[in-house]
């Protein structure tokens, strides 16, 4: 087994459009997490059975099946209802979606922990619904789950090379023709290897900011309370 210096460099250029690929899926995946995650949350704390019920199973759905096969759903089963959806497009929804279950997850876990008297108050103060959520309830319970959100950041950078499934070229892909068209594995797969870990390092090292930061914030919350 032997490294070619001149092969990588000249495999660079293609492994980074793969790599911007990568980028941008996970970045759009996650705020499609984020937002939907949190509706779901409140869709699942409805007193309305038709709405909470629902929801609840479609969670549940979603978290028990796996993300390859959501993904296959998106891009191969739609078009034959008539939905064509383009590679990347599914690969977003289809990370979007399955990580705004358990994104669902850690926001109900926030909520549940605002203090029962934060929401009498708010009703004592004749607060309405949407003000009370937006003014009282989701500022003490997104603050100290940041982290936990940012958990699931990285967790789908990992998941996207499942995306080559659906003919998305992203890094894994680009790297698998390369080596493919070139026969040689160790260079653009090593590299990919590096490039996840790299990436996911940092990430880590942002988490623990977070923690520190956002859990302090929940910890002084709590003492209030």
Request: charged share 15%.
């Given at each position: 087994?032997?490294?070619?210096?001149?092969?990588?460099w000249?495999?660079?250029p293609?492994?980074?459009?793969?790599?911007?690929?990568?980028?941008?899926?996970?970045?759009?995946?996650?705020?499609?997490?984020?937002?939907?995650?949190?509706?779901?949350?409140?869709?699942?704390?409805?007193?309305?059975?038709?709405?909470?019920?629902?929801t609840?199973?479609?969670?549940?759905?979603?978290?028990?099946?796996?993300?390859?096969?959501?993904?296959?759903?998106?891009?191969?089963?739609?078009?034959?209802?008539g939905?064509?959806?383009a590679?990347?497009?599914?690969?977003?929804?289809?990370?979007?979606?399955?990580?705004?279950?358990?994104?669902?997850?850690?926001?109900?876990?926030?909520?549940?922990?605002?203090?029962?008297?934060?929401?009498?108050?708010?009703?004592?103060c004749?607060?309405t619904?949407?003000?009370?959520?937006?003014?009282?309830?989701?500022?003490q319970?997104?603050?100290?789950?940041?982290?936990?959100?940012a958990?699931?950041?990285?967790?789908?950078?990992k998941?996207?090379?499942?995306?080559?499934?659906?003919?998305?070229?992203?890094?894994?892909?680009?790297?698998?023709?390369i080596?493919?068209?070139?026969?040689?594995?160790?260079?653009?797969?090593?590299?990919?290897?590096?490039?996840f870990?790299?990436?996911?390092?940092?990430?880590?090292?942002?988490?623990?900011?977070?923690e520190?930061?956002?859990?302090?914030?929940?910890?002084r919350?709590?003492?209030?309370?």
């Amino acid at each position: 087994m032997d490294w070619d210096w001149q092969f990588v460099w000249q495999i660079l250029p293609t492994l980074a459009e793969g790599a911007k690929i990568t980028i941008i899926a996970t970045l759009l995946g996650y705020v499609l997490a984020v937002v939907l995650g949190l509706l779901l949350a409140i869709m699942r704390r409805s007193h309305n059975g038709f709405v909470s019920k629902p929801t609840a199973g479609f969670v549940e759905f979603v978290r028990g099946t796996p993300l390859l096969v959501q993904l296959y759903f998106l891009f191969y089963i739609l078009p034959e209802a008539g939905i064509t959806l383009a590679p990347l497009v599914a690969g977003v929804i289809g990370l979007g979606l399955h990580y705004a279950t358990y994104t669902s997850e850690v926001y109900r876990a926030g909520i549940d922990n605002v203090p029962r008297g934060q929401w009498e108050a708010a009703k004592a103060c004749n607060f309405t619904t949407r003000q009370t959520w937006r003014h009282i309830v989701l500022p003490q319970a997104i603050m100290p789950v940041i982290p936990a959100l940012a958990n699931y950041l990285i967790a789908m950078f990992k998941e996207t090379p499942l995306l080559s499934a659906i003919t998305v070229l992203e890094l894994m892909n680009q790297a698998r023709s390369i080596a493919n068209y070139n026969y040689r594995y160790v260079e653009p797969i090593t590299l990919v290897g590096v490039f996840f870990l790299v990436i996911s390092l940092i990430s880590v090292v942002g988490v623990k900011y977070l923690e520190r930061r956002f859990g302090a914030y929940g910890k002084r919350g709590r003492a209030a309370s």
